[in-house]
């Protein structure tokens, strides 16, 4: 018996809404549960982004992600949220429309720097849920009408088997899109900095070299403070590709030259 074209249609429309309204709610359990538990950092689009290893000075400015903190900027109502460091103490410092906050923080009250990158993984996870979901539903369609291949009785593909494919496509690409570096310390159970997001609009380049690079300096800088090595390493530029790569590297990992 063959399928309408109008059932096909509201078929593979319904299994799409359905897929990305289970998605849209896992995200948002996700985001409750991280906020719940205290250990997301905000969210920054980076705009400038300088290392001084010499005198153990790191210089970070960004502005909060999305288009409505693009627009405050652009209007002067909202500034950048700055991170630097010194050889005494890390400050950070932003101003807008809620107010101005500056909070300084002595190295000796650093307990441990947080350096890295992450992907939310639930996305990677529901879209091989959903490859699954569509695999099923095409073998159990081609089951019922006894043919082999990707057609169904009426000769068609299975409407809510693309659906389920074009949801897990949207959801691996989002996946890999998402990925967000990250730089911050414990200070006691409290936890300060940020993570990095691109934009279309604006926004320094920045890659995970930079970010071990600017721990690196942290690292040296709080080491010091709390007696501990003077001579810690903290981090040099390549000289072939000026990239900052950590002080205890002795070739660039961008590019493979020597250490100088």
Request: hydrophobic letters at 55%.
């Amino acid at each position: 018996m063959f399928e309408s074209p109008s059932a096909v249609y509201v078929a593979f429309w319904i299994t799409l809404l359905t897929d990305l309204l289970i998605a849209a709610a896992i995200m948002v359990v996700a985001a409750l549960l991280e906020a719940w538990r205290g250990t997301e950092l905000p969210r920054l689009v980076l705009l400038r982004f300088e290392l001084h290893p010499s005198s153990s000075g790191v210089d970070i400015r960004g502005r909060p992600a999305g288009a409505i903190a693009w627009l405050l900027r652009q209007t002067k109502f909202e500034g950048p949220v700055s991170l630097s460091a010194g050889p005494s103490c890390v400050r950070i410092e932003r101003w807008g429309l809620r107010g101005e906050e500056q909070i300084m923080i002595p190295h000796t009250r650093v307990d441990a720097i947080l350096c890295g990158y992450r992907r939310p993984l639930w996305m990677a996870v529901m879209a091989a849920v959903f490859c699954f979901q569509a695999i099923l539903t095409t073998l159990l369609g081609l089951g019922a009408a006894g043919t082999t291949g990707w057609l169904g009785a009426a000769g068609a593909p299975s409407s809510s088997a693309v659906a389920h494919l074009i949801a897990a496509a949207g959801l691996l690409a989002w996946y890999v899109w998402s990925a967000h570096l990250f730089l911050g310390f414990h200070v006691g159970t409290l936890v300060y900095g940020f993570r990095v997001y691109g934009s279309v609009v604006e926004g320094a380049p920045v890659r995970i070299e930079q970010m071990r690079a600017a721990a690196a300096v942290l690292q040296a800088a709080v080491l010091a403070a709390h007696g501990g090595e003077p001579g810690v390493a903290a981090a040099w530029q390549c000289p072939a590709c000026a990239a900052w790569i950590p002080g205890t590297a002795a070739f660039c990992e961008t590019c493979g030259a020597r250490r100088p």
